[in-house]
């Protein structure tokens, strides 16, 4: 059966507060003219989730928002299928508010619209693989025949075939998620939500749950929103990301944007061990132009990380790359001292401030 096209939804998150307390709205007017987290808090007994989050996430596009404990991406991540409601702001989905939906709207949303993958798996025990994938298309009513129809063909996608009429209790951790992560999909809701979910696995299990992911999307161009507190992971999947601290966006970006161009010392310290080679791509540092002879040289195209230029370098004995833009013109070259400078150099906000 064709894939249902489900990657036209887009969202958009304007001026969004989240203050926590007996009575949050007498605040909100307060934190706009800057009262600060500890203020509220110490002053009024309220705690300040988020401030001003403004977002845009493309359709079709995976959006990582990512930081520490307690920075507010997991109560930002709930305001979207609105878990949790917002104390003022707007959360656009296809430019209709979430936050102005009436309660049967609600519901219809969180049925058709949006679907959950969580760090603790959230699988039902007494189901086996197959009824826990076909859960979210029952709640809607689906015919029975297709429910089992879609939920085999995602199991099978994800790597479980074989497994159907297995429990929960029967399945290694990373096997969970995958159930999780069929379900999701089996629901074929244009948004994908995924609270920290691969954080609870162990390091190698969770690379590869990155891997399907990334080749699953390939495929299904959904607009997925990722929490996660670890870089390299946001590094790794995300299209854009955001970076959240108290309940603030420090910094938001493409992952190369972000590298090279930390807004802060924060972000710096976050940023000083990530693997550059994975992250800036050759056209950011190419020289323009084309060489003389530049003809004779292996090349690559634009977008690809240095990493895999320095590869093909060493793997051909060159010292030196053509660079192609997607119609395969040239349009620059890379040597290896280059990229070798660019994948050991950190950038941190202070030496690029004293450099401007």
Not at 267 to 287: C, L, Q, Y
Request: net charge negative; aromatic share 4%; glycine share 8%.
């Amino acid at each position: 059966m064709a894939e249902k096209s489900t990657h036209g939804t887009g969202i958009i998150i304007k001026n969004l507060y989240k203050i926590f307390g007996r009575n949050p709205q007498a605040y909100v007017e307060a934190v706009k003219k800057g009262m600060t987290k500890a203020e509220l808090n110490t002053e009024h007994g309220h705690v300040l989730g988020l401030k001003d989050i403004n977002i845009d996430m493309p359709a079709g596009c995976i959006q990582v928002v990512m930081g520490l404990s307690g920075s507010g991406k997991s109560t930002l991540i709930r305001h979207i299928n609105r878990l949790i409601d917002p104390t003022a702001g707007e959360v656009l989905v296809d430019n209709v508010d979430v936050v102005k939906m009436n309660e049967a709207e609600l519901r219809q949303f969180r049925r058709h619209k949006t679907a959950m993958v969580f760090q603790k798996f959230a699988l039902l025990p007494h189901r086996t693989v197959l009824e826990n994938a076909v859960y979210g298309l029952e709640i809607q009513g689906v015919p029975r025949s297709k429910q089992l129809e879609e939920a085999r063909r995602w199991i099978a996608r994800v790597g479980l075939e074989g497994f159907e009429d297995s429990y929960p209790n029967q399945l290694s951790g990373g096997m969970q998620q995958r159930v999780g992560l069929a379900r999701a999909l089996t629901n074929d809701a244009p948004i994908l939500l995924m609270d920290e979910a691969f954080s609870a696995l162990d390091p190698l299990i969770r690379m590869d749950m990155q891997s399907v992911l990334l080749d699953l999307q390939k495929e299904i161009k959904k607009t997925i929103v990722f929490i996660t507190h670890d870089l390299d992971e946001a590094l790794r999947l995300g299209d854009r990301i955001a970076i959240l601290r108290d309940g603030e966006i420090v910094q938001q970006g493409t992952g190369q944007d972000i590298v090279l161009n930390p807004a802060d010392d924060y972000i710096s310290s976050f940023v000083k061990e990530v693997n550059r080679g994975r992250v800036i791509m050759v056209d950011t540092i190419m020289t323009p132009g084309v060489r003389n002879g530049g003809a004779g040289l292996p090349s690559v195209a634009t977008g690809t990380i240095l990493e895999h230029a320095a590869r093909i370098m060493t793997e051909e004995h060159v010292s030196e790359i053509q660079v192609h833009d997607g119609k395969g013109k040239p349009v620059g070259h890379i040597d290896m001292q280059s990229v070798i400078s660019a994948m050991v150099t950190p950038i941190t906000h202070e030496a690029r401030q004293a450099a401007e």
